[in-house]
């Protein structure tokens, strides 16, 4: 059973996603069995005939292929939007209690003893001098500077000086 919300989610965006491939498949059968019809070829010495007796079988067939393309459309919307549903459903972290790790065991090392060195004196270290933070500085907006008509017109009829 379903618990929790996301859980929820995925099992909308695979509903959707199986009705879309549901949709494809069924348009691609229809499309298949379209196609594999025979075509009457009619020809007669008479063209006006011709055309008129062929006008018929072609608009019901240019109907069916619109009907084909706008089933295949719609199939391939649904399709996409199920994959966007599963893709996007919220990630939950898998949080597992790890194990405390035991330590290893030592081994004992064989002891030596240091070779005896003179002690100099101890210096005082020197502080490293610490970076300044500065705080972000933002950029700033571009001014904008609004020229009223009336002032442009002035300018362009006073003579230059």
Known sequence: MIKNFRDKIALSGITVLSIGII???????SAFGFLSE?????SSQDLVQTFGETLAPLIATSIRVM??????????????????????TPKTE??????PQEPLPEKPQPQLQPPQVKAEPKKEPVPEPT???????????????????EEMEQQSTKPAQ
Do not use: D, H
């Not at 949709?23 to 059968?29: E, G, K, M």
């Not at 025979?38 to 009619?42: G, K």
């Open 23 to 29: 949709l494809l498949v069924i348009t691609f059968a």
């Open 38 to 42: 025979a075509l009457p070829i009619l």
């Open 67 to 88: 009907y084909l393309g706008v089933m295949g459309w719609i199939g391939s919307l649904v399709t996409i939007r199920g994959v966007t549903i599963i893709a996007n």
């Open 94 to 99: 898998t949080a597992e209690p790890q194990k």
């Open 131 to 149: 970076p300044e933070v500065k705080p972000e500085a933002k950029p700033a907006e571009p001014e904008l500077i609004v020229i009223p008509l």
